[in-house]
């Protein structure tokens, strides 16, 4: 089944989405920083047997908008609650990964009527002055935070190909990309890129936009909401001890709040295991679903 692409009006920002139809309660999909929504064609081609699924492009993705400057924790976040309101989505399946689980562990909370359970893939969360990622001091050059190894090296990413061969030889050989499944890396590379009038392929998150996604930090109001996660979650994460809610404070918080919270371990991962190992992945949420 091939998605719908299509877009909502939020109060200043048009957002893109693909939607995959079904007579069922929603299951709304939200990706990681610098990806977008077509990497989630696996899982949602799996849930789309019960479930009416959407995954969103976060501003400054894949086909939404990219407004200068506007990528703050605040804005990134409350676009979530805000598109749940313009689709009127209720009984909702929220489902986030990396960044994109960030979004839904603190914007599904601020419509706390709107969720029915969520699965989280090592959201970024955090509590308190630990949000504040290494290495980051509160003042740099042109009003950015300094010091962010991840932005600057974000910033230096290759933005134009000849062609979509060319894309795919010169991401697989990445550390990130280099273990995704054939099929999933290929969603990203057309969800990812767009074809520019003289031929070439363009990545469509500019490379700064995404640095700015490493560089903010998340203000300690923003998790004000999150005892209002009552609902069941999944967390899923990989081995890696760091990972593990004893020893992070944000996960450590979702398993205080919900009154039924799991934790499933993807072992011999990396961070990118829903890329990786999706089938694994397909199999946690409908065990949890079920449940």
Known sequence: MEPQSKYVQLKDIRLHYLEWPGNGQPALLV????????????LAQSLASRFRVIAIDLRGH??????DGHYTWPEVVGDLPNFMDALDLLEVLLIGHSRGGGVAALGGPQRPDRIWRMALMEPSINLGMQSRPVGITPAGENGRPAGNPLAELTRRRRVLWPNYDAVYAAWRRTETLKNWREDVLWAYIKGGTRMREDGRLELKCPPDVEAQFYENRTP?????TMPNITWPVLLLTTDNPRRQPAANPGYLALTRSS???RHVIIPGASHFFPQERPVE???????????
């Open 31 to 42: 990706h990681g920083s610098g990806l977008c929504a077509g990497t989630w064609e696996a």
């Open 62 to 67: 894949g086909d939404s908008d990219k407004p």
């Open 220 to 224: 300690d109001s923003l998790y004000a």
């Open 259 to 261: 009154k039924d919270f």
């Open 281 to 291: 992945v397909e199999k946690a949420i409908w065990d949890f679903v079920d449940s």
